[in-house]
């Protein structure tokens, strides 16, 4: 299936697999770092925190799930909240305060020392993303950018930048979930199983 002009599917999965190995070989190290921050912060009774924009909401929204209900194994429930989903929230304090403060409102009320920020963002110059990053640090939460086309103005503000080497939208949000996954994945292993 090709069109004039387009790739064809075999060519994407070929840019993907390709981009993928580029993220092993750039990435693993500061991934494996981003995974054990995220172990120590829920060993230690904090919470992970997710945000973003469009497509990068609903990855935000589809991780947070994998650690409250269940990813790969059965273990207890953890902590972990998408600061996407309450459109009341959302809606009140786009009105109330602008666009760009729909996060940071949350995590003033919600944000507190030992937590851990996930922001998803392909550009890394959304607006209430860069408000966020800033009021997390403010009231002592850690941040990690899940970024791509070079991190934007996000990547400098953030605890930790994780760029996907890519300009293209579909396959950095692509790769930010499977490293989210990978991350998962990690805190799996280590949580311990529940009691029979």
């Not at 009105?95 to 030992?114: E, I, M, T």
């Amino acid at each position: 299936m090709t069109h004039a002009g387009s790739t064809t599917v075999a060519e994407e999965f070929a840019q993907l697999a390709a981009l993928a190995r580029r993220c092993e070989n750039e990435l693993s190290p500061l991934v494996d770092e981003v995974a054990e921050r995220t172990l120590e912060t829920l060993r230690a009774g904090g919470t992970l925190l997710f945000c973003g924009n469009g497509g990068s909401a609903a990855d935000a929204q589809h991780l947070a799930a994998e650690y409250v209900v269940r990813f790969a194994r059965e273990r207890a429930p953890l902590p972990a909240i998408a600061l996407t989903v309450d459109t009341s929230i959302l809606t009140a304090g786009g009105n109330d305060y602008g666009f760009d403060q729909v996060f940071a409102r949350q995590l003033r009320a919600l944000g507190r020392p030992g937590d851990l920020l996930f922001l998803h963002s392909t550009s890394g110059n959304s607006p209430n993303l860069l408000e966020a990053a800033k009021v997390a640090r403010e009231v002592g939460v850690r941040t990690v950018g899940m970024l791509a086309k070079g991190g934007g103005a996000l990547a400098p503000i953030v605890d930790h930048a994780v760029i996907v080497p890519t300009d293209v939208t579909a396959r950095a949000q692509e790769m930010h979930l499977a490293v989210g996954h990978m991350i998962c994945e990690y805190v799996d292993r280590a949580w311990p199983a529940p009691e029979a």
